[in-house]
């Protein structure tokens, strides 16, 4: 009898819930709690896509980060699980720690970021878009 490795403790296909949740939900908070108990919370959840360079994702975060603490992201890592047109990722804002999510198809996301400036408050901006091609 061979050995199976167990099944992950989440549920990729909550992926779509989500998408659903992004339009629904009006408090980003509990949105964002949902996420996090649903998917980074488990390890095994970084196993799924891999890493991309996303132009419009590079250019939005720094600019909400600037809105928020007038400072820019740095050590920006994004992730992207394709069957899902679906990227998450995580940056930091000084000592802080932010994260963000993007449904491609639906051209919508969602960032957290701690506040730098220790309020132990989180800061959430959902946007929506895509990069304008100027040529």
């Known amino acids: 009898m061979s050995k199976s490795s167990p099944p992950p403790s989440f549920n990729i296909h909550k992926l779509r819930e989500l998408q659903i949740r992004l339009d629904r939900d009006k408090d980003l908070g509990k949105f964002w709690n949902f996420y996090m108990d649903r998917f980074i919370d488990h ?3 970084l196993d799924f896509g891999g890493p991309v360079d996303h132009p419009f994702l590079k250019e939005v975060i720094p600019l909400i980060t600037q809105k928020l603490f007038k400072k820019d992201p740095q050590n920006m890592l994004l992730i992207k699980i394709p069957e899902y047109d679906f990227i998450h990722g995580s940056f930091t804002v000084e000592n802080e720690i932010g994260g963000v999510i993007y449904f491609e198809k639906k051209l919508k ?13 989180v800061q959430y901006s959902r946007f929506t878009g895509h990069p304008v091609d100027n040529n």
């Open 43 to 45: 390890p095994e959840f």
């Open 109 to 121: 996301g969602v960032a957290a970021v701690s506040d730098p400036n220790r309020t132990g408050q």
